[in-house]
């Protein structure tokens, strides 16, 4: 198991050196008509294997494009952390795949500038460490280590 990330419990929380991470995803344009075409077709591609047979191409978009690093942008990330029992929270916002950019950019200084560092939360390891990851990579920023 990697001890950079885990999915645990809260509690004592100030014992040990943790940041509590949370990330928020949307859908990259609000309906697949809106899309390049580019686009389109790669969700046309991803929909192929009937997963979301029971929905329209737009439909299926709208409702779950949001959870693909490839169709979203991370519109928001937080942290948390408790130091002599003081919870404090830290939020970056997106709209924009520039702002995205710098908002990654923003978080890797801190998560690097971190030693000893273990991130919590709900789903990190199957959901928010690799959108982050993904989302770095095609940025071409480098991936805090």
Not at 5 to 13: A, M, N
Not at 23 to 43: D, G, H, Q, S, V
Not at 56 to 70: C, D, H, I, R, V
Not at 103 to 116: C, D, K, R, V, Y
Request: aromatic content about 12%; overall charge negative.
């Amino acid at each position: 198991m990697n001890e950079f990330f885990e999915d645990i419990p809260f509690g004592e929380l100030d014992k040990r050196k943790e940041l509590v991470l949370d990330i928020e995803t949307a859908r990259r344009f609000p309906t697949l008509e809106y899309a390049p075409k580019e686009t389109a077709e790669a969700w046309n591609n991803h929909c192929k294997n009937d997963r979301y047979k029971e929905l329209t191409l737009s439909q299926s978009y709208e409702k779950y494009a949001g959870l693909f690093p490839e169709f979203n942008i991370i519109c928001a990330i937080s942290i948390g952390y408790d130091k002599d029992r003081v919870f404090t929270v830290i939020n970056w916002t997106a709209s924009n795949e520039l702002e995205e950019k710098k908002m990654l950019m923003e978080f890797a200084n801190i998560i690097s500038n971190q030693l000893n560092l273990r991130l919590i939360g709900h789903t990190i390891k199957t959901f928010d460490i690799p959108h982050i990851v993904a989302k770095m990579i095609s940025h071409r920023l480098g991936v805090p280590s």
